[in-house]
């Protein structure tokens, strides 16, 4: 059982730190629009110095990026820096990959606004997901209290779920 | 504490570095507690440099003021030296961080350092143990991969719950 590195894969694994924070709905939704708008940020950065980056201290910047924006959120909001992992899941596969050179594209190649709304995508889908698991969380555990939401268990039967209707979509299936 | 052990030790098992074989159990089993032995010892070095760096008086206020980027700088630094992933150096850098922020001293926080990394280690050793059962078992293809493994990380934190509120 291979997990191929798609969007739902990343979007998962995204979610799982946030698992970690104690928050109620509300925080929980701005910490994951946090996370969006921090992503779309670092993919605009990147993806305009890429190229100012010799060989592998890509790598180091972009975590060194990180731990900079990391630092700077706990000094401002007190937010633990989980959401960090969340980010690095969030961008894209090959974008650490030494071995693959980025591809000069013309600005105004079509290929722009596609790679910029794929990552649109994964910053909105991921905030909707987190807002939906917060919702499920908050309705289960203070709602119906079901003891088996105050620990990951219950979040990670329901992803199960999720990922079985995600996997099997009858539109998917037939193609 | 033990909120920490099964997303972290779902996404190491899952994105921690090269994937364990399931054909030969005893090399992942081993490579497993190699990983969690070096997850304690770096979470550890981290956790000791920290405590030094702020016991020294002209660098007092700076670390306090920087914890996150002085814990991440040390993570990475380790990390890269011993070869390790990225996922490895993110996992150390926030164990270290979440158990830097508590008010415990230094005693206290390599035995949670010790806590979190046996915690994760066994985490994943049953998660290995379960795929591994499952290779020999008729799982239907419409739940393989994401809806198998988080249904497996959901009755391991189950199990696991009991453990982990006698001991955080």
Not at chain 2, 6 to 22: C, E, M, N, W
Not at chain 2, 41 to 58: D, F, Q
Request: glycine share 6%; charged share 15%; aromatic share 16%.
């Amino acid at each position: 059982m291979k997990l191929p590195e798609n969007l739902f894969s990343r979007l998962l694994l995204a979610y799982l730190p946030f698992m970690v924070y104690p928050y109620g709905l509300f925080k929980t939704g701005v910490a994951a629009l946090w996370v969006a708008m921090f992503l779309w940020i670092t993919v605009s950065f990147f993806w305009l110095t890429r190229s100012f980056f010799p060989g592998r201290s890509l790598k180091h910047a972009f975590f060194l990026w990180l731990v900079v924006w990391a630092q700077a959120v706990w000094t401002l909001t007190k937010l633990p820096p989980l959401w960090i992992l969340s980010v690095f899941f969030l961008m894209p596969v090959s974008f650490l990959e030494s071995a693959v050179r980025p591809e000069r594209v013309s600005v105004f190649s079509w290929k722009v606004p596609r790679y910029f709304f794929e990552r649109a995508l994964a910053g909105v889908g991921f905030v909707i997901f987190v807002v939906a698991m917060a919702l499920v969380r908050e309705a289960c555990e203070k709602g119906l209290g079901i003891k088996l939401f105050e620990q990951p268990a219950g979040l990670l039967f329901v992803i199960a779920a999720i990922a079985f209707l995600w996997k099997n979509q009858p539109f998917r299936r037939r193609a | 504490m033990y909120f920490l052990i099964i997303p972290l030790g779902f996404v190491l098992a899952l994105r921690g570095g090269r994937s364990v074989p399931l054909q030969r159990p005893v090399e992942g089993l081993t490579r497993v507690w190699r990983e969690a032995a070096d997850l304690f010892l770096t979470t550890s070095l981290i956790l000791t440099l920290g405590v030094v760096v702020l016991a020294w008086e002209p660098c007092r206020g700076v670390a306090g003021e920087y914890t996150i980027l002085g814990l991440g700088v040390v993570a990475y630094a380790l990390a890269r030296y011993q070869k390790k992933s990225d996922v490895f150096f993110l996992v150390s850098m926030l164990i270290a961080f979440m158990i830097h922020s508590r008010p415990v001293d230094l005693l206290s926080g390599l035995s949670l350092a010790w806590a979190v990394s046996v915690g994760i280690a066994i985490f994943q050793t049953c998660f290995l143990g379960l795929r591994y059962r499952l290779l020999f078992s008729n799982v239907p293809a419409a739940v393989k991969g994401w809806p198998m493994f988080c249904l497996l990380a959901g009755f391991l934190s189950v199990v696991l719950w009991s453990v982990g509120r006698l001991i955080f």
